[in-house]
């Protein structure tokens, strides 16, 4: 197995939420490292099917071993084409949908994804290494008021703007190539000291740009709502607040609307056990909702 082999965030909650029926279809629209996926197969029964997705080739090739089962086919998809992936799977509806909408520890782990402010390789951050466009052709070449925009948007980073005006005089001077080149620029821009480095708002703000994390989060949804059997569930994990506003305003339109129920009131957060023991569900948000 591979070392990236990981503890998937609020597995118990999420299984709870789906409620998994033994004979149920279920889509993981975000597969990762397959940890969510092989909780749920150890539920389902002989005549259960459950179809994982994810855009990151790598990621499927370590889902694939850790998963290996008749009952489980993956699919290289982006959840925006969720619908489009489930049907071509054969899949017309199903009884639930989940999306983990966390940055895969694989890819933040190896450092020539580009992801890490601690990587020495090239900015990347490309979720699909088969896209042309990667951190690099943004911070090296969009406008500074773009580089603010995104900065600000996407990483709610209240400093952009000096961020992105020193990003430009430095790449002026010489192409800006590293991650850990860009970090250096950003925390010296910042000025800051604290637990969190003055990066991690500047390199969030660049990743989702890069992944077009919200548009395809938009779509996905959407998709979601649409696959869903009644009385099928979707369950959402979130950790930045742009992306839970999005799943949170998405549902509670949909109850408005009579399609949807909310299964809880607030989100679930993680155990202070969990958080002790897997840092990454510190900030974790666990949401869902079934169709009427």
């Known amino acids: 197995m591979t070392e990236f082999s990981h503890v998937p965030v609020m597995r118990d909650e999420v299984l709870v939420m789906l409620d998994i029926r033994p004979e149920g279809t279920y889509i993981d629209a975000t597969v990762g490292l397959g940890g969510h996926s092989a909780a749920i197969l150890a539920l389902l029964g002989e005549r259960g099917r459950l179809l994982g997705i994810d855009r990151d080739e790598a990621a499927l090739a370590v889902a694939a071993e850790r998963l290996g089962n008749g009952r489980v ?5 982006a959840f925006a084409d969720l619908l489009a992936a489930a049907q071509e799977s054969g899949i017309e509806a199903c009884d639930g949908i989940l999306l983990d909408l966390g940055v895969s520890m694989m890819q933040l782990k190896d450092h020539e994804r580009g992801f890490s402010f ?8 490309r979720m699909d290494t088969a896209q042309p466009k990667s951190a690099w052709h943004i911070v090296n070449e969009e406008p500074e008021q773009e580089l603010a925009r995104i900065i600000h948007e996407y990483g709610e ?16 001077k010489r192409k800006i190539d590293t991650c850990v080149q860009l970090a250096s620029i950003v925390a010296s821009a910042c000025g800051r000291r604290g637990k969190t480095h003055p990066a991690t708002r500047t390199f969030q703000g660049l990743r989702i740009a ?38 949170k305003h998405f549902m509670r339109d949909g109850v408005r609307e009579g399609r949807f129920a909310l ?9 202070r056990e969990e958080v002790m023991s897997n840092p990454a569900a510190r900030s974790a948000k666990l949401r869902g909702v079934e169709r009427l």
């Open 118 to 125: 601690q990587s020495g390789h090239e900015l990347d951050m």
């Open 263 to 271: 299964l809880t009131k607030k989100p679930v957060s993680a155990r």
């Open 157 to 172: 980073e209240p400093l952009s703007r000096r961020i992105a005006r020193r990003i430009v005089a430095e790449r002026k």
């Open 210 to 247: 890069v992944n077009r994390e919200m548009e395809q989060l938009r779509s996905g949804l959407e998709s979601a709502g649409a696959l869903l059997n009644k009385g099928g569930r979707l369950c959402v994990l979130t950790y930045h607040s742009l992306e839970d506003r999005m799943v």
């Open 73 to 77: 086919k993956l699919k290289k998809a």
